[in-house]
């Protein structure tokens, strides 16, 4: 969520940019009264506004993820970094993956 705030207000920025150059290269243009300076100003803070939330979002996710405890996806109950599930039911599940491919004889 976070890279896609920080990416949509890269763009929206680059946008508003390219807007300014073209109402500055053309002011004499019909494109120059559809592009406002209060419409640039707009544009550029909700730019603004979307790069900073994406930063926030992004500190904040990772100050979430060394406070939170990693926990096994079927029982909850606390295991070590870098486990998806507590041993017996990694046990388990690899003895089911086991049964599927060897399916010739049963190991148990």
């Known amino acids: 969520m976070s890279a896609t705030l920080l990416r949509l207000g890269l763009w929206t920025m680059i946008l508003a940019l390219a807007l300014y150059v073209i109402d500055e290269t053309f ?3 019909p494109i120059g009264d559809i592009i406002s300076t209060s419409l640039l100003t ?8 979307a790069i900073a939330a994406g930063f926030l979002l992004h500190f904040f996710g990772k100050g979430a993820a060394a406070v939170g405890k990693n926990r096994c996806r079927v029982c909850k109950t606390p295991i070590p970094h870098g486990a998806i599930y507590c041993r017996a039911h990694l046990r388990n599940i690899l003895h089911q993956e086991d049964d599927k491919t060897h399916s010739t004889r049963l190991r148990r």
Do not use: N, R
């Not at 707009?42 to 506004?49: D, E, N, P, R, S």
């Open 42 to 49: 707009q544009i550029m803070l909700v730019a603004g506004g």
């Open 27 to 29: 002011p004499d243009q």
